[in-house]
C-alpha cells in the first residue's frame, strides 16, 4: 500500500489497476503515474485539497481518504 506523508491518502497497490483515472481527475497534480510500475503514487501528499474525486472515480476503490479529515480551505 502506497500512504501519504500525513496518512490522509493512501492507494492499495495490489487491487490497484493502473487504470490512472485517479490521476486524470486529480485536479491539483497529487497522485502521478509511476514509469516503473505503471501504478499511481501519491507525489505531492501535502496539495491534496479532499476533494474525494480519485476516490469517488477509483472503479476498483482502490484509494482511500480518511473522513475524519476537513478540506482547510
Do not use: F, W
Request: with cysteine.
Amino acid at each position: 500500500m502506497s500512504d501519504a506523508a500525513d496518512g490522509k491518502l493512501s492507494i492499495d497497490l495490489e487491487t490497484c489497476t493502473g487504470c490512472s483515472l485517479c490521476v486524470l481527475v486529480c485536479p491539483v497534480d497529487v497522485i502521478r503515474m509511476d514509469a516503473a510500475s505503471a501504478k499511481p503514487v501519491i507525489a505531492y501528499p501535502r496539495d491534496c485539497q479532499v476533494c474525494y474525486l480519485c476516490e469517488d472515480d477509483c472503479p476498483t476503490n482502490s484509494i482511500s481518504l480518511s473522513h475524519d479529515i476537513g478540506n482547510s480551505r
